[in-house]
């Protein structure tokens, strides 16, 4: 269907994104992760140009609801200022095997090497969210925003009172994370711990926060994935300059929030309200 797998709409929607995230300054250096579970007839759109000879490695998780699927995901070490001009040196797509164990690259990276360093913390994430979700979400991304980073460093590492202040921030923000953030302690990255901590909050919340290291978010599609972490990050760019300035004199309220719900219709997580 096409000459180059660079053709398909799912791969430009992903290098858009990375760009973005780039262009915020969210990816200094490798920093940051994304990854796409390709629908079904966006894989048959390109399978002719896959290549199937490699061996099927582990993946250090397993995925059992995964098996089959197909991932676009962006490659361990390589910088997301490079996605845009060199895609297929810097993303790959893999295939998760029949058991959900293994995963070998059938697309990219072809300069050589592996998927992200975070390739367990993104499936397992993945796999929560297929069945939280009944499979509308597709999208798990990692970055490293400044202001979200930064107020790990004075706030206590406490899911509600995070997600209150940042509620707080802007009126938007209840509305676009109307269950909250989670928050995970610092760990060691790329390793199973920190990937179970962080599955176990995504089966409630759509984005985590990682003391002293970055945010996760999951969502539907590009646009809404990139445009929680941008929320996020927005809302605790506010909090920074707003302590930068004395701190809180006056917000919004417990029962401004209640409102809010009701006139938006949405469900606020109550154990975050007072
Ligand atoms: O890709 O961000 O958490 C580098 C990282 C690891
Ligand atoms: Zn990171």
Redesign the pocket.
């Known amino acids: 269907m096409y000459n180059s797998v660079l053709e398909a709409p799912f791969v430009k929607g992903y290098v858009k994104m990375a760009n973005e995230g780039y262009e915020r300054g969210w990816h200094e250096r490798?920093?940051?992760?994304l990854s796409y579970r390709i629908k079904k007839e966006e894989i048959e759109s390109v399978k002719a140009l896959l290549d199937f000879s490699k061996e099927f490695t582990p993946i250090g998780a397993t995925v059992e609801n995964l098996k089959n699927e197909y991932f676009l995901v962006?490659g361990?070490?390589k910088f997301f200022g490079n996605i845009k001009s060199a895609t297929e040196e810097n993303i790959c797509i893999v295939e998760v095997d029949d058991t959900g164990k293994n995963y070998r690259i059938v697309w990219g990276l072809v300069a050589g090497g592996r998927p992200?360093?975070?390739l367990p913390?993104h499936l397992m994430n993945h796999s929560v969210k297929l069945t939280a979700t009944n499979g509308e979400h597709r999208v798990i991304y990692?970055?490293?925003p400044v202001n979200a980073i930064a107020i790990t460093f004075v706030l206590p590492l406490d899911s509600k009172i995070i997600t209150h202040l940042l509620w707080e921030m802007m009126t938007e923000c209840p509305v676009i994370f109307p269950q909250g953030i989670g928050v995970v302690e610092w760990m060691v990255?790329?390793g199973e711990k920190i990937a179970i901590a962080s599955s176990e909050l995504m089966k409630k919340f759509d984005a985590i926060l990682?003391a002293h290291?970055?945010v996760f978010c999951s969502g539907i599609d590009f646009d809404l994935t990139f445009g929680l972490m941008d929320t996020i990050e927005k809302a605790a760019e506010i909090y920074v300059k707003v302590q930068s300035m004395g701190g809180i004199k006056q917000s919004i309220t417990d029962d401004g929030f209640r409102e809010l719900a009701k006139d938006f219709g949405l469900t606020l997580n109550e154990d975050f309200l007072n």
């Open positions: 490798n920093g940051g992760n962006s361990s070490g992200t360093s975070e913390a990692h970055a490293h990255p790329g990682w290291h970055g």
